[in-house]
């Protein structure tokens, strides 16, 4: 006997896949993925075809055979004997070298704009807004090429800056200087230099810089120890022991005794003959690209900035006043945590779009991942496919690094609900 | 005590005082002054550093355009004046490649005699774009469409327009003016059919073409009205196939043959004439109206609850926003050509905007998908409660608040990809800031010219850009719906 309540299931008919809501999202989603492969498949069986008709291959073996171009700028050691896969490499380490400066720099400068649009001073808040208004609404390229007109077009010759009364002269206390070809800046020089770490393919690393910065990790590591141990203290007794001296001594002491060890200093320029040496010469398509990415980005983050900081109630600040709390310790302890929420997340954005923006170092001949791989290994080899298929995999891989840490970074400061 | 007190004091006063005025340095000037610039040493500081930053840049600048010459035919002519006019050893900006070549700034190489078209196109989308853009206020509807109408008819009689053409703009812009004082909504059709008529009068050639585009969907739709008695879902199959299937198969010899039979042909020219503001201006409006309904439909996958749907829609977007737009231009330039049957070439103006499209939605739908998040779960459940269907509650109730909430995300999208069609300059097209300067600079008459265009280019661009920020902030206020 059956269940009178339970009614009869009627008997499955074809028109179910449609009209039945249990079988329509099934009955959608396989021709959706019917529909997607035999595009997928489509799109294939032609390349393949395509290929053959032009009797190429799809392989990376490429990469593999010697470059046989110079590179600029060069972070590992590389010359034009080297493989293309080296250059893609020299190419990718370009474009993290004005990523990560991009992005340190136009966040310092979009913060201070930022805040500074706040200003109870009514001039200093207008230039801001201008600013801001300004490289918002023109194209990144355009500042781009201003940007590396200023330094091509204006500024001085290397052999300006000769002679006993030259036409020229360094700025920041006779330590940098502009020229129309690069920039010259002084570097890091050791007296005692305690040689390099070879890690293999011709890549070193200094000693110092790993004593370095092993110094700086275990001063960190220290520096959690004595807050944890004062933590301990101040539950225990519910005084908490002073340690900024010893956070302070943990964190400088051994990396000044280091610094003293390696006898590190400054090395300025110096012009010697036609140009500078001594220092380190930037070329101006770096500097040009870094600047135009900087002033650029950093007036979106300076609205991002501007937006978390109103995004704070008043009454957050009001009530922290109304404690006591000073206002150093008033923006540190209640307004900074609440805005960083709000800030955050558009500034992940921000930092990836520099990031890819960064490929707009074609404009100035910048040797970027696009100018190696996608650019003269793509030219010498004629291999279109492989080269763009690589190079975007790398920004696609370089954007999830940068999405992922900055999402961790993000779920560490956002508020904590229920 | 106090009433002992009351007693004892026998005056009263009786006339009231005047009214001081208050001291000199708490009103006017003298106050505002001190409360905006000078109220602490901080802000004293930074008004002194924003008095510098200002007199830096106007002591650099401000001779260089003081002394500009906007008649000249080279730039060594340009000094020659400067010098003649100044003194040996002035400087002065040298507008004069701008009065000689601001037609190629803003057409390219499109032929001189038909400058009127991109011009009446122009002016004829601003009747086109009205009912969608500007409905709301008839005082707006009117300025805009009074500006539109006169500017337009004026371009086009300075730039030589032929009679005909310059009647049939005349007539579109006076209906226009007539339905936006009586009814908006009639202008509807017209901005339907406008982006064909739009590419015929940018590109020229039969105008059976884009009339044998628009009858598909309209067999289409005559399909979907007989099949839908029977089946809604068949009846939506064979409006899909039949627009296709014709669009396909029948479409370009229907064409052909119409044209044969009886010309409907206006002077053609070729993609690679287009340059300047026009490429700049047709890749941004096509990709701003493409990526829109392409967005949503990606946020919307994104917010599915059918697994595949979702996965594919967010492969999809987070792939396109991990690459740089540039090399989503090197695939449509170098790569279109491996994915496709061997002998499909298609235009590369096309090709860009297909690219451009992708990429803006990609990052539309992000934006849209955050508006769909902002809204109140209580929406999407009073949906269901009232028995809407997934698209009747999407239609109703869903996406017209998540697009208000979204506004300004859009807008900084459109803004954005506006920005981007400069990057056509890597593909071999002529956008107005690098292809057109580096033009204008291979001239040995301007050779050396940099900031002129620069600046001339970058000033449209900030009005252009400016003005959409404006008019998001306007529609934001105009929507602005909660009582605050």
């Known amino acids: 006997m059956t269940d009178a309540s339970v009614p009869a299931s009627p008997p499955f008919r074809l028109s179910m896949l449609v009209n039945d809501r249990r079988y329509r999202s099934m009955t959608f989603q396989v021709v959706v993925f019917i529909l997607v492969m035999a595009g997928a498949w489509w799109l294939v069986m032609n390349t393949i075809h395509n290929l053959s008709l032009m009797g190429k291959s799809f392989n990376f073996g490429f990469l593999f055979q010697r470059a046989g171009y110079d590179i600029p700028q060069t972070p590992i050691p590389y010359t034009a004997d080297d493989t293309h896969l080296r250059a893609a490499v020299v190419g990718l380490l370009n474009t993290l070298i004005v990523a990560v400066l991009g992005c340190i720099a136009a966040t310092v400068l979009g913060v201070i704009v930022g805040v500074a649009r706040l200003s109870n001073n009514w001039l200093f808040a207008r230039l801001m807004t201008v600013f801001v208004e300004i490289f918002r609404n023109m194209p990144l390229l355009l500042w781009i090429l201003i940007v590396y007109a200023v330094f091509t077009e204006i500024m001085p010759a290397p052999n300006a800056f000769r002679g006993d009364n030259p036409t020229a002269s360094m700025i920041l206390f006779d330590h940098v200087a502009l020229t129309n070809r690069y920039t010259a800046i002084p570097t890091l020089a050791m007296t005692n230099d305690p040689g390099s770490l070879d890690l293999g393919a011709r890549i070193t690393f200094n000693w110092a810089t790993i004593a370095i910065a092993g110094a700086l990790i275990a001063g960190l590591i220290a520096r959690r120890m004595i807050r944890d141990r004062a933590q301990a203290v101040q539950d225990r007794t519910g005084i908490r022991p002073v340690t900024w001296w010893q956070t302070l001594a943990v964190m400088t002491v051994p990396t000044l005794i280091l610094i003293w060890y390696f006898g590190l200093h400054l090395e300025a320029p110096s012009l010697q003959g036609f140009n500078f040496t001594g220092g380190l010469n930037v070329s101006n398509s770096l500097v040009a690209l870094w600047l135009a990415l900087t002033l650029y980005t950093a007036a979106f983050i300076a609205e991002i900035v501007r937006a978390g900081i109103l995004a704070v109630s008043r009454g957050q600040s009001e009530a922290a006043f109304a404690l006591g709390l000073r206002p150093n310790r008033t923006m540190s302890l209640v307004i900074l945590p609440q805005a960083l929420r709000v800030i955050i997340p558009p500034l992940i954005s921000q930092y990836l779009n520099l990031t890819k923006n960064s490929s707009l170092a074609i404009a100035v001949g910048y040797m970027d991942l696009r100018g190696t791989l996608g650019g003269t290994t793509l030219n010498q080899t004629g291999r279109e496919l492989e080269a763009i298929v690589l190079m975007m995999l790398t920004y696609l891989v370089i954007s999830l690094i940068i999405s992922a840490g900055m999402n961790i970074f993000n779920a560490r400061v956002k508020l904590k609900e229920r | ?484």
């Open chain 2, 1 to 484: 005590m106090s009433d002992t007190h009351a007693q004892t004091v026998g005056f009263v006063r009786d006339t009231m005082l005047p009214s001081a005025a208050p001291p000199v340095r708490e009103s006017g000037a003298v106050r505002w002054l001190r409360e905006n610039l000078f109220s602490g040493p901080v802000n004293t500081i930074l008004t002194i550093l924003g008095i510098g930053i200002v007199w830096f840049l106007v002591a650099t600048f401000w001779d260089w355009f003081a002394h500009s010459v906007w008649n000249a035919n080279s730039l060594n002519e340009c000094r020659e004046i400067v010098a003649a006019t100044w003194g040996e050893g002035a400087r002065g900006a040298c507008f004069a490649v701008i009065r000689e070549r601001w037609n190629q700034y803003l057409f390219g190489f499109y032929p001189q005699d038909l400058y009127w078209r991109p011009t009446m196109t122009f002016g004829l989308m601003m009747v086109a774009l009205a009912p969608v853009l500007f409905s709301a206020s008839l005082t707006i509807r009117r300025v805009v469409l009074a500006i539109t109408a006169v500017v337009t008819l004026w371009a086009m009689i300075v730039l030589g327009a032929p009679a005909g053409w310059l009647g049939f703009a005349t007539l579109v812009l006076v209906v226009g003016l007539v339905a936006s004082e009586r009814n908006i909504m009639w202008l509807l059709p017209f901005s339907i059919i406008y982006p064909l008529l739009g590419v015929w009068f940018l590109w020229g050639g039969s105008l059976w073409g884009p009339i044998f585009v628009l009858v598909g969907p309209v067999l289409g739709w005559i399909a979907w009205r007989v099949l839908s008695r029977v089946s809604p879902l068949l009846a939506t199959v064979a409006a899909i196939l039949v627009t296709v299937l014709f669009w396909l198969m029948l479409a370009g010899d229907a064409a052909r043959d119409a044209e044969n039979l009886l010309s409907l042909s206006i002077q053609s020219v070729r993609s690679d004439r287009f340059g300047g503001f026009l490429l700049s201006l047709t890749i941004g409006v096509a990709g701003i109206a493409l990526s829109l309904p392409l967005g949503i439909v990606l946020a919307l996958a994104r917010q599915s609850d059918m697994f595949l749907i979702k996965s594919l829609s967010v492969i999809f977007i987070e792939f396109i926003r991990g690459v740089p737009l540039i090399t989503l231009l090197f695939v449509a330039s170098l790569l279109l050509n491996y994915f496709l049957p061997p002998g499909t070439t298609f235009d590369i103006i096309l090709r860009v905007i297909i690219m451009v499209t992708i990429f803006a939605a990609a990052y539309m739908a992000e934006v849209i998908r955050g508006g769909l998040a902002a809204l109140p779960k209580g929406q999407y459940e009073a949906a269901d409660a009232l028995g809407l269907d997934y698209w009747k509650a999407q239609r109703l109730i869903v996406l017209p608040q998540a697009l208000k909430i979204s506004i300004p995300g859009i807008v900084s999208t459109f803004i954005g990809m506006f920005k981007d069609t400069t990057l056509v300059t890597f593909v071999g097209l002529y956008d107005p800031l690098k292809s057109m300067s580096d033009a204008v600079r291979a001239n040995v008459a301007w050779k050396g010219i940099y900031w002129e265009p620069f600046i001339f280019v970058g000033a449209i661009f900030f009005l252009i850009c400016f003005g959409m920020s404006r008019y998001s902030m306007y529609l934001e206020r105009r929507l602005q719906r909660d009582h605050r």
